[in-house]
């Protein structure tokens, strides 16, 4: 940046820019915009010595941004363009008709050619300024090379856009023509054109990723043609598509910009104000943005790091997502723009447009400074930390109903008030004398409030009750303890620290009772010697930060050796191991008490019996029965039995005993049996006696 001085130096000229440069600065959307092209250009015809005596005169002219020196044209620049390396930065205008070329590096221009006729586009071929291709507005094509003029061509109709394809070579003309030129650089000669269905056309591109050659036509279309067959792979109908609720369209559309964007992207202006953004898979567009202006679309950019369409046309620059279309900020030029041009992997971009001064903006939210103006960052940065006035300071923005409430309605129209957006600005003196004129007794509504506002601080200072929340409320009451304590610590660090009780992320735990703090649980037991200990420590702490402060020490505490606190710190570990065993074995405690307890419950309940299926409950009787058995002897026991019949006793012939006794069986054995013996007899019934067939045999038998 150079306040209007001739240094030549890249060093002189950041050092000259904090030397009182005045910086244009515009924040649309909260986006800040630097403009490095504010001030006032001086004619070329003026000597070197009036403009040194101009700059020492003129205070407007001293303090004039000059980022690149001489950046700017006679009269209207048409195009701008950036070589493939980012070194040079070439443009064309007029009048006379030319080309400039600037080098970043040396912050220059480098060389300046004149033609004979206007440029109505240009590209360049190499990654540098030595092959460039010139489109002229009488139908010629001139070629430069790095010297200067190389040769001259001339196409059958004007043209009015060209694209070059690298792996073939051939330069594609459309223009005032249905036919699409095909010029090869390699062979030197006109090849054979490609016939399109448009009766004219206005703009072309090629994909740089599978070199798709598209054209836009004045009927709305995009035809796309493959260059490897030359033949058509498709094509979409804009003019239709960009007809929707919310456009207004005088006329038909007709494509004025194409831009691809990767290998299946590809943004389509109309010469009504709309974009739309296609994927080659598909004929309808992805979105469709407005203008709003009804004003033809110069020039389409994209912005990957942030997914940004920078689309302008002659009036203003819109810069938009790409997927939702939400503005991201935008700019307006008093003179029309002719051109739009992005430098690559940065937040800068040139306008090229019916002024003699090339646009430069800078937009550090896009992304960083190119490398050879890198000192801008700093100097953003430095303007962002120290605010200046800006010229809105000394306006006041009114809408129409405010002008309305005043009484100034009818100054619409006139000097006094200048349109912007969706109201006026006002000169803030004329604001604030017609307001005391409306309203007499502004003043003392002015004094109530100041009143109302001393009162309110009075208030503040009194003693407040403590509200505590419903829920953990001894939690709370901790915090808010810890909070007191650690107000001496906060001013000697000079930091506040954060509060949980305001922190918005802990608000339900002092709300939903689901998050109540169980003090009776064993895991809040075993760690609350813990939190108590920490607390008690902080506390000590504090203490001793007190007793240092009333002493007047702040960088050691004196009275106690290091050998002291180191015992007193074992003393506290002792003790708090201490306290976690004593709460460990009143928990074991607690368990067998518990334990205890269910035991005597479980006792003193009456048991129940369930009887087994297929058996009779007869009476508690037999219980008894069966336990007066079991303390009877074996003795009485056989004789019981004996008696009953169950049990039979015999002597044998070597003198022994035999005992034979009968199993008593359950009722499901009975009724197994019952079901047995009727099976038995249904089988007996149910056979057929095998009788006859005995006595017919007996009868065939031989006589032998």
């Known amino acids: 940046l150079v306040g209007g001085g001739e240094a030549r130096g890249a060093d002189q000229r950041a050092a000259s820019a904090a030397n009182g440069c005045v910086m244009q600065v515009s924040s649309v959307n909260d986006v800040k915009i630097y403009n490095l092209s504010y001030g006032r250009s001086l004619p070329e015809w003026l000597s070197d010595r009036k403009k040194r005596a101009l700059q020492k005169n003129d205070v407007d002219v001293r303090r004039r941004i000059e980022l690149i020196q001489d950046f700017e044209m006679p009269a209207v620049s048409t195009n701008i363009k950036v070589s493939r390396d980012g070194q040079y930065i070439i443009a064309t205008g007029t009048y006379k008709p030319r080309i400039r070329c600037y080098d970043t590096y040396q912050l220059s221009m480098k060389f300046e050619r004149c033609l004979d006729s206007e440029v109505v586009t240009f590209e360049i071929l190499s990654d540098d300024y030595s092959k460039l291709v010139f489109l002229q507005c009488d139908r010629y094509v001139e070629f430069h090379s790095q010297h200067g003029h190389y040769y001259r061509t001339r196409i059958p109709k004007f043209g009015r856009d060209f694209s070059y394809h690298y792996p073939s070579c051939d330069l594609y003309f459309v223009g005032a023509s249905s036919e699409v030129y095909r010029l090869n650089l390699e062979q030197g000669r006109f090849l054979n054109s490609l016939q399109t269905e448009a009766s004219q056309n206005n703009v072309c591109d090629i994909n740089p990723a599978h070199y798709l050659f598209a054209t836009g036509s004045t009927e709305g279309k995009v035809e796309c043609w493959d260059p490897r067959t030359r033949n058509r792979v498709g094509m979409l109908d804009c003019a239709l598509s960009s007809v929707t609720t919310d456009t207004e369209i005088d006329g038909l ?82 003179n029309e723009i002719n051109d739009l041009c992005l430098y690559p992997n940065s937040g800068m971009f040139f306008l090229a447009n019916e002024s003699p001064k090339i646009n430069t903006f800078y937009v550090p939210t896009l992304g960083p400074a190119p490398r050879w103006c890198s000192f801008l960052d700093n100097l953003t940065e430095e303007l962002e930390e120290n605010p200046e006035s800006t010229v809105y300071d000394d306006y006041k923005f009114v809408t129409k109903k405010d002008l309305e409430n005043l009484g100034l309605d009818h100054l619409i129209g006139t000097s006094l008030l200048r349109a912007y957006m969706h109201g006026f600005f006002l000169d803030i003196r004329l604001y604030h004398k017609v307001k005391t004129m409306t309203n007499p007794f502004a003043y003392e509504e002015y004094r109530k409030d100041k009143i109302r506002q001393k009162i309110e601080e009075t208030r503040a200072q009194r003693v407040q009750v403590q509200k505590l929340p419903r829920v953990n409320k ?137 009887i087994k299926a297929g058996e009779e409950f007869r009476s508690f009787q037999d219980t008894v029965h069966k336990q007066k058995l079991l303390k009877t002897t074996l003795e009485d026991r056989l004789k019981q039995e004996e008696k009953s019949g169950t049990l039979h006793l015999s002597n044998t012939t070597v003198g022994s005993k035999q005992l034979t006794f009968a199993l008593k069986k359950s009722e499901q054995q009975k009724k197994r049996q019952d079901a047995e013996k009727q099976h038995h007899e249904e089988r007996r019934r149910l056979r057929r006696s095998a009788e006859h067939l005995r006595g017919k045999a007996l009868k065939r038998k031989s006589p032998f």
């Open 253 to 334: 559309p007709s494509i004025s910009a194409l831009k691809f964007k990767g290998a299946l992207h590809m943004a389509v202006g109309t010469t009504t104000g709309q974009v739309l953004l296609y994927d080659l898979r598909s004929n309808r567009p992805l979105f469709v943005k407005d203008h709003h202006y009804g004003l033809p679309i110069k020039s389409i950019e994209f912005q990957d790091l942030l997914d940004l369409v920078i689309s302008a046309d002659s009036r203003i620059v819109k810069m938009w997502n790409q997927n939702t279309g939400k503005i991201f900020t935008s700019i307006e030029l008093p």
């Open 474 to 610: 001894e939690l709370a009451l901790k915090f808010i303890e810890e909070e007191k304590e650690d107000q001496v610590q906060k001013k000697k660090k000079g930091k506040n620290l954060p509060n949980i009780l305001r922190d918005e992320r802990f608000k339900v735990m002092f709300e939903n009772p689901d998050y109540q703090v169980d003090e009776a649980s064993e895991e809040f037991r075993l760690i609350n010697p813990i939190v108590s200990k920490a607390s008690e420590k902080r506390k000590k702490k504090l203490k001793r930060i007190q007793e240092q402060m009333e002493a007047g020490q702040e960088e050691e505490l004196e009275g106690k050796p290091s050998d002291a606190e180191s015992s007193e710190s074992s003393d506290d570990d002792r003790g708090w191991v201490e306290e976690v065993q004593k709460q460990h074995k009143l928990l074991r405690k607690e368990e067998k008490l518990r334990l205890m307890e269910s035991n005597q419950q479980s006792r003193s309940k009456p048991k129940f019996f369930e």
